[in-house]
């Protein structure tokens, strides 16, 4: 611990700067004396008064140095408001931070207000006291872990330098080095899931701009290893906004650059790729459907062939059926009106043998009564002749007379 730096308004935080300081044997100075008494980044105790809130002058302080305690003097009781003054203030949870009331002089009260304010101040002082004797022997221990875990990440034994990196951060918990070599050790065990939440723990706590840029530039490296380039990039330009000299963050931010140009130009190839292929496979997919189709067209027609084939010959073959049928049919007819035909030749025949055998059998009687009648029908038929020719002759010659 270098020294007490305090900004005062009343001048209470300055009273209890010098009355700590005079405790624990520690230089105490305003934020105006410690910019030249005080080297940037050395180990301090911060004393500010509190207005609404917030500790007037943290800000600048944690900017330059590294900060190991704090304490707010205000209005309000001691030990008060920490929560609401930790929040507004963005005070890392490993900082331990007080508050104590100010604007009174010990000196003019009396009584038992004298007597308790006396007491207040005095546990502050030992508590402040008490945490700072501590520190050595804890910061002793710390160190020689993270030594221990040094020695073992040079040797590339990262998971064990890992154990003692996590044992030093366990004897102090606000111990930045521990913390950030912790995460580191992750990273090279290709833990990023774990190193990231570090690194970005460490982040959300931090207030000092060199180490904010050393956390940023890790949490790009890790992002970059985790495939995303593009919060790389951002992680990079947070890292060069807090250390803009960083030519390493530089570097890192370049590549990362190309990186992304090189994974958009792969991108856009694979996408014409995929798109080639899936234009050919699409043709592919076209000509093998149409070649499909085709052959199921042929298959049809040769089905449908078939079909008519086939209906041709049933259609022959009920034709031919039809024909036999008919021929049958026919040959049936003919044989029936054949049958018929000679029925009738039999009966004709048997009705002409019947009258030949009944004349045969003729009487006399009957006999002579045909001749006598067939002589009448012959003189009949004489005369009718004879009187034809006579009616014959009389139109000849009535003919010849007329003419003359």
């Known amino acids: 611990?270098?020294?007490?730096?305090?900004?005062?308004?009343?001048?209470?935080?300055?009273?209890?700067?010098?009355?700590?300081?005079?405790?624990?044997?520690?230089?105490?100075?305003?934020?105006?004396?410690?910019?030249?008494?005080?080297?940037?980044?050395?180990?301090?105790?911060y004393?500010?008064?509190?207005?609404?809130?917030?500790?007037?002058?943290?800000?600048?302080?944690?900017?330059?140095?590294?900060?190991?305690?704090?304490?707010?003097?205000?209005?309000?009781?001691?030990?008060?408001?920490?929560?609401?003054?930790?929040?507004?203030?963005?005070?890392?949870?490993?900082?331990?931070?007080?508050?104590?009331?100010?604007?009174?002089?010990?000196?003019k009260l009396h009584g038992v207000y004298k007597i308790m304010m006396n007491v207040m101040v005095k546990s502050m002082i030992i508590t402040v006291v008490t945490l700072l004797a501590a520190w050595p022997a804890i910061a002793q221990q710390e160190r020689k872990f993270i030594r221990e875990g040094n020695e073992l990440f040079e040797k590339q034994d990262f998971e064990k330098a890992e154990v003692e990196y996590r044992k030093a951060a366990d004897k102090k918990a606000n111990s930045f080095e521990a913390a950030f070599n912790m995460a580191d050790a992750l990273y090279k065990q290709k833990k990023y899931d774990e190193a990231l939440e570090?690194?970005?723990?460490?982040?959300?706590?931090?207030?000092?701009?060199?180490?904010?840029?050393?956390?940023?530039?890790?949490?790009?490296?890790?992002?970059?290893?985790m495939e995303k380039t593009d919060e790389s990039i951002e992680a990079y330009?947070?890292?060069?906004?807090?250390?803009?000299?960083?030519?390493?963050?530089?570097?890192?931010?370049?590549?990362?650059?190309?990186?992304?140009?090189?994974?958009?130009?792969?991108?856009?190839q694979n996408k014409d790729q995929n798109k080639d292929q899936n234009k050919d496979q699409n043709k592919d997919n076209q000509d093998q459907n149409k070649d499909?189709?085709?052959?199921?067209?042929?298959?049809?027609?040769?089905?449908?062939?078939?079909?008519?084939?086939?209906?041709?010959?049933?259609?022959?073959?009920?034709?031919?059926?039809?024909?036999?049928?008919?021929?049958?049919?026919?040959?049936?007819?003919?044989?029936?009106?054949?049958?018929?035909?000679?029925?009738?030749?039999?009966?004709?025949?048997?009705?002409?043998?019947?009258p030949q055998q009944q004349q045969g059998k003729i009487s006399k009687e009957d006999a002579e009564r045909l001749l006598e009648a067939l002589q009448n029908d012959e003189k009949n038929v004489q005369e009718k002749v004879q009187k034809q020719k006579a009616q014959e002759q009389k139109a000849k010659k009535m003919k010849i007379e007329k003419d003359w």
């Open 237 to 268: 330009k947070n890292s060069l906004r807090n250390r803009p000299a960083s030519e390493q963050t530089k570097y890192n931010l370049e590549f990362a650059r190309h990186k992304q140009q090189q994974d958009q130009q792969n991108q856009d």
């Open 47 to 107: 004393m500010g008064w509190i207005m609404a809130g917030k500790i007037k002058g943290y800000p600048e302080a944690a900017r330059k140095y590294r900060i190991q305690a704090v304490c707010g003097v205000g209005m309000g009781q001691t030990g008060t408001q920490i929560a609401e003054v930790r929040t507004k203030n963005k005070v890392p949870q490993r900082i331990p931070l007080f508050t104590l009331q100010g604007t009174f002089d010990i000196k």
């Open 198 to 225: 570090q690194f970005s723990a460490l982040a959300k706590q931090e207030t000092d701009k060199e180490r904010l840029g050393e956390i940023y530039h890790n949490i790009g490296n890790t992002l970059l290893a």
């Open 1 to 45: 611990m270098r020294a007490i730096v305090y900004t005062s308004n009343t001048g209470s935080a300055a009273k209890y700067a010098k009355l700590l300081s005079h405790q624990i044997c520690i230089p105490s100075y305003s934020m105006e004396e410690a910019k030249t008494k005080v080297k940037q980044g050395a180990e301090i105790i």
């Open 292 to 354: 499909q189709n085709q052959d199921q067209q042929d298959q049809n027609k040769d089905q449908q062939d078939q079909n008519k084939d086939r209906q041709d010959q049933n259609k022959d073959q009920q034709n031919k059926d039809q024909q036999d049928q008919n021929k049958d049919q026919q040959n049936k007819d003919r044989q029936d009106q054949n049958k018929d035909q000679q029925n009738k030749n039999d009966q004709n025949k048997d009705q002409q043998q019947q």
